[in-house]
């Protein structure tokens, strides 16, 4: 299961005391109070591995350490050490509580969320002329807090888009090592299906009905994953009742959601080509290029067609 939308905790570590002590050296008997150590920092990191959130399904609050106190003979508390939280690459990072948002974008890219907590100061730091044996010290300040939700568009290649059971999963599975189910249904799957093809990462989207870009269905969960997509896979079953409809169905949909996706580059595949027969692919092939030019017949069974497909894979990876 991808998980691709949750909402965590987060808290940086409190600064330690400053502490109050003296000197145990002969004759130097003044304040040797150090001061507390800093909080830890909750950093936020992107990494290449999509489903990174799924470890965050059952534990969402985290905490960063907390700084040490301070100790005599001038002894600085311990710093707390920092903790680093890994998002895939593709994820927005919201702010529920001062509304600001940021994506990552990049591997590696490291964001600070919450700042620890300052050290308070030991009694050596309130010396002075006229005070020089002082007993004041400081507490180290609380750290940070924050209550983000994670949300995850994943930045795929080529997102693969259509109606369910019209062959996405099974032509994902024979490009790549992908182990999505295939199953004969007319519902669609729970989560969207990944596979790389050499270096182009593929992507299943599933949730796609009539009526997907208004809630219905999972359509709203992952009409988002489409966005990040650069070239869309549209599949037509051979099999449906009304391809022209079906086409226009799935179009539809995205131009509700963002219009901006029906200007993305697409390819059209008729999908399980080999349960009609040659005159009938013939009609259907003219009647769905005055919709899209760039058609394809495609069948797991037919080695030929597969290797076209990858011939448009080949293609891209070249522009890429």
Not at 26 to 34: T, V
């Amino acid at each position: 299961m991808l998980i691709d939308d949750i909402t965590i905790e987060i808290s940086s570590g409190a600064g330690g005391r400053g502490a109050v002590a003296f000197n145990n050296a002969k004759m130097e008997r003044g304040p040797a109070g150090g001061n507390g150590g800093r909080g830890g920092n909750v950093f936020i990191e992107g990494v290449s591995d999509l489903s990174a959130l799924n470890r965050l399904r059952f534990k969402k609050k985290f905490q960063a350490e907390n700084g040490q106190d301070g100790r005599a003979q001038f002894s600085d508390g311990t710093t707390g050490k920092d903790f680093t939280l890994q998002v895939p690459v593709g994820t927005v990072i919201h702010n529920l509580k001062t509304g600001t948002k940021h994506e990552v974008i990049k591997v590696g890219e490291k964001t600070l969320w919450a700042k620890g907590g300052k050290g308070g100061k030991g009694n050596f730091l309130f010396r002075s002329g006229r005070n020089v044996s002082p007993t004041q010290f400081q507490f180290g300040q609380p750290g940070e807090s924050a209550k983000l939700r994670l949300e995850l568009k994943m930045i795929a290649d080529v997102g693969f888009v259509g109606l369910p059971n019209v062959g996405k999963s099974s032509l994902l599975n024979e490009l790549t090592a992908s182990k999505s189910k295939v199953a004969n249904y007319h519902f669609t799957t729970l989560e969207p299906n990944l596979g790389v093809y050499y270096t182009l990462i593929l992507a299943d989207i599933p949730g796609l009905i009539e009526g997907a870009s208004t809630g219905k269905g999972l359509g709203i969960k992952f009409l988002k994953h489409v966005e990040r997509t650069k070239i869309l896979f549209h599949f037509i079953s051979a099999e449906a009742k009304d391809p022209t409809r079906d086409y226009k169905t799935i179009r539809k949909e995205l131009g509700a959601y963002e219009k901006a996706l029906l200007k993305k580059p697409e390819h059209l595949f008729i999908s399980k080509s080999d349960v009609l027969p040659a005159k009938d692919l013939k009609k259907l092939i003219l009647k769905l290029k005055k919709l899209n030019p760039k058609v394809l017949l495609i069948s797991i069974y037919d080695f030929d067609s597969i290797e076209k497909v990858k011939k448009i894979l080949n293609n891209i990876m070249k522009q890429k």
